[in-house]
């Protein structure tokens, strides 16, 4: 009898698990959201905002200062990223990668949320005086200093809980935005970019399956070429 030394099942690759297909919340969803939050003069309702219509992600919002914000040419300069430490706290990072750090152009309603933001601020730090502490932050918390990102979250969940969208997420802003882009025939190029994605094979990974219309003028396309050349 011949003797097996290693086993055989080592030699089989797993099948791993497959990730849930992303599932991002409806344009109306997004939209009352952002209504609940205005009605209920959320602080943070820019800040939901700000990630629902750039994709930005929630350690970049709250790591946003006034100097990269250029309300001429309508962008933002992502360069650094708010992130909570056990040992260190509240803390800033360069973006994880260097395609993170990004210039996001902004639009026209966005810009005027944000100019809005900034004046209601000011006042804010007209009224708290010396107890204010300017940290040139876009988002602060009441003293001016990092705003703890659960503050964040939570002001998302109270709004969702209000409105019956218990479900929805902060990060499911930036898969939203994301989904929003390509539905509407957006490069997925120029989404992965945006995003601050390393690699396109992401965003076609995460979310291939809701662009059935883009598969189907793709195989379209091809025939359509190849008709052409016969």
Known sequence: MELIFCNPAQLVTSPGTKEPEVQPPSVSTVNSILADSI???DELCPAIHLIAYSGIRRGECLGLHWQPVDF?????SIINSLVRSAE?????EPPKSTVSRRIVNLDDGTMAVIRAHKVRQMEHRLTMAQSYEDNDLVFPNEYGQPLNPMRLTRALDRAGKRIGAEHVKLHDLRHFHASVLLQSGQSPVLVSKRLGHSSVSMILDIYAHL????QRE???VF?????QGS
Do not use: C, L, S, Y
């Not at 260190?88 to 800033?92: D, E, L, Q, S, T």
């Open 218 to 220: 793709t195989a379209e």
């Open 72 to 76: 001429n040419r309508q962008v933002m």
């Open 88 to 92: 260190k706290g509240v803390i800033f």
């Open 211 to 214: 662009m059935p219309a883009w």
């Open 39 to 41: 009605e209920h003069d």
């Open 223 to 227: 025939a359509k070429a190849m008709n």
